[in-house]
């Protein structure tokens, strides 16, 4: 899987859309770029997915960069549900099936 | 919705006791996984389940042994317990095909004592 860069952390305040950016530049064209996140003592919950286009469903937004070496995640208005840690991964799955976090975005909603 | 559900959220066992955690899946998936997430140390996978009764074993297998036989259950045991075992378990399920999304259940913290 190729390695992705994500700040440390983020704040946002309540209802105010959030973006988060992750970096991976070193993707392969069978990765997809997948996203979790996971609230404090809870297992990672999965977010969105996407391979090239932008994507939408009912937690999130994924826009994707042309290139595929960048993508954002957006909240479209933060809630204080929305607290936690945000994972980007590119994986592919087929052959490394294991799914490996990196450090992750902390994200803090401001009431 | 993708459910899956694990037997515990906490569980406290002394050394040496035999420790069974249990994880259910409602979806069908035929691969099953169980993960450790320490602090510092992300996600380390212990073993993997690719259907009934067929098991891999992930970085650290050590300690632990499964047991999938039934598609929805993968049971994960610590043969016996050790102070460095304590740790968040989460089990994890997904479709073996493209986009490989894996779902993943609340989690067990166990503490060895």
């Known amino acids: 899987d190729a390695k992705t860069t994500q700040p440390n952390s983020m704040e946002s305040n309540e209802e105010e859309p959030v973006h988060l950016p992750c970096n991976h530049s070193?993707?392969?064209?069978?990765?997809?770029i997948h996203w979790y996140r996971q609230l404090p003592s809870q297992g990672p919950e999965y977010v969105i997915h996407g391979l090239t286009s932008n994507v939408n469903n009912r937690m999130a937004s994924l826009a994707i960069a042309e290139d595929r070496k960048s993508s954002t995640l957006i909240l479209h208005r933060a809630t204080l549900r929305d607290a936690a840690v945000y994972y980007c991964?590119?994986?592919?799955?087929?052959?490394?099936?294991?799914?490996?976090f990196g450090k992750g975005t902390k994200l803090s909603v401001i009431p | 919705d993708v459910k899956v559900t694990q037997s515990s959220r906490y569980l406290v066992k002394r050394t040496g006791e035999k420790v069974f955690l249990e994880c259910v899946q409602d979806m069908d998936h035929e691969n099953m996984f169980w993960y450790r997430q320490d602090p510092g140390l992300g996600l380390r996978l212990i073993y993997f389940?690719?259907?009934?009764?067929?098991?891999e074993k992930g970085d650290i297998p050590e300690g632990y042994s499964v047991s999938r036989e039934k598609k929805e259950r993968f049971s994960l045991i610590l043969e016996s317990a050790s102070t460095n075992q304590t740790s968040m378990y989460l089990c994890?399920?997904?479709?073996?095909?493209?986009?490989?999304?894996?779902?993943f259940g609340p989690g067990t913290r166990l503490t060895v004592t």
């Open positions: 389940s690719y259907d009934v009764k067929m098991k």
């Open positions: 070193t993707i392969s064209g069978t990765d997809y």
């Open positions: 991964v590119a994986y592919s799955g087929a052959g490394s099936y294991q799914l490996t």
């Open positions: 994890a399920s997904r479709r073996p095909r493209s986009p490989y999304e894996q779902y």
